[in-house]
């Protein structure tokens, strides 16, 4: 089965950024649509930004626009979430998930998933 990797969270002040890398070892990644939701404790498990396979539709939740950035590089089979200007409400697990078509930016939409990276933004 389609197992991705995330990788790249961690722990960062307000206003810092982090850029997460979402990789399947063993598939080619650009024939999935590839999202990345996020889940805080307490929370349902949200979008936060979806890309087409190739790479033309992007899709970002309202709380992130202006902020994150959805790329993918073919040339490395990777797929990354660049994050900026990270508040503390931004704190939660990071998972990417990968799907064969690109609908809605929803969980359910999304059959393959990654074990998610930690991103923790506080002073």
């Known amino acids: 089965q389609l197992q991705l990797v995330e990788s790249g969270g961690g722990l960062v002040q307000p206003g810092g950024s982090l850029r997460l890398s979402c990789a399947a070892p063993?598939?080619?990644?650009?024939?999935?649509?590839i999202g990345w939701f996020r889940q805080a404790p307490g929370k349902e498990r949200e979008g936060v930004s979806c890309?087409?396979?190739?790479?033309?539709?992007?899709k970002y939740a309202d709380s992130v626009k202006g902020r994150f950035t959805i790329s993918r590089d073919d040339a490395k089979n990777t797929v990354f979430l660049q994050m900026n200007s990270l508040q503390p409400e931004d704190t939660a697990v990071y998972f990417c998930?990968?799907?064969?078509?690109?609908?809605?930016?929803?969980?359910?939409?999304?059959?393959?998933w990654g074990q998610g990276t930690q991103v923790t933004v506080s002073s």
């Open positions: 998930a990968a799907a064969l078509g690109f609908r809605l930016c929803v969980p359910s939409e999304y059959p393959y």
């Open positions: 890309v087409s396979n190739s790479g033309g539709s992007t």
């Open positions: 063993g598939f080619t990644l650009d024939y999935f649509a």
